[in-house]
């Protein structure tokens, strides 16, 4: 149930704000003392990872990555330095070139053998429908292969990338 309105009593909206309080398009003033400056913050550098920012060296607790060269990452044998992750892009390319040759070669193969199984002995026909049929199916197993070196590589890569951020964790001072 709502109650009555009292006629009596008038509805008169609140006070219109004073006019030396503020004026348009600036913030009242004597209510909010200013906000004080920020503390300088210390620098700090992108994340190789795409994480958060470390901070910069000479910032305390902070030790940086140093890299070093190829030769001297093949031939470190305390194996603290990795290879993997600048190289997994070429080892990659070169897998899909050797699927796809083996891929072609094996087509080939398919169409030789056909042919020559169905002339004379010593003949060296080449049966252009057995390689044409070992072409478009034999992109069935290449692309398993395709998808199993991709999986592998990953693996390997996620890997090394979990040893390298746990490292990095390990080495910051406990707060």
């Not at 795409?50 to 140093?66: K, L, R």
């Amino acid at each position: 149930m709502t109650q009555p309105i009292n006629p009596d009593q008038s509805h008169t909206p609140p006070p219109a704000p004073q006019a030396d309080s503020y004026s348009a398009g600036s913030a009242p003033t004597g209510s909010y003392p200013p906000p004080a400056p920020y503390p300088p913050q210390p620098a700090s550098a992108p994340d190789p990872m795409g994480g958060y920012p470390v901070q910069a060296a000479g910032y305390p607790g902070y030790a940086p990555v140093q890299q070093r060269g190829f030769f001297s990452a093949l031939f470190d044998m305390s194996f603290s330095q990795y290879i993997t992750i600048t190289w997994v892009k070429v080892v990659y390319i070169l897998c899909l070139i050797a699927i796809a040759i083996g891929w072609f070669f094996g087509a080939f193969m398919m169409g030789t053998v056909a042919g020559i199984g169905g002339g004379s002995y010593g003949s060296s026909e080449f049966d252009p429908g057995a390689f044409f049929f070992a072409l478009i199916f034999g992109l069935i197993p290449a692309f398993l292969h395709v998808i199993g070196i991709r999986l592998l590589l990953e693996f390997i890569v996620a890997i090394i990338r979990t040893e390298q951020n746990t490292r990095a964790l390990a080495q910051r001072p406990m707060a």
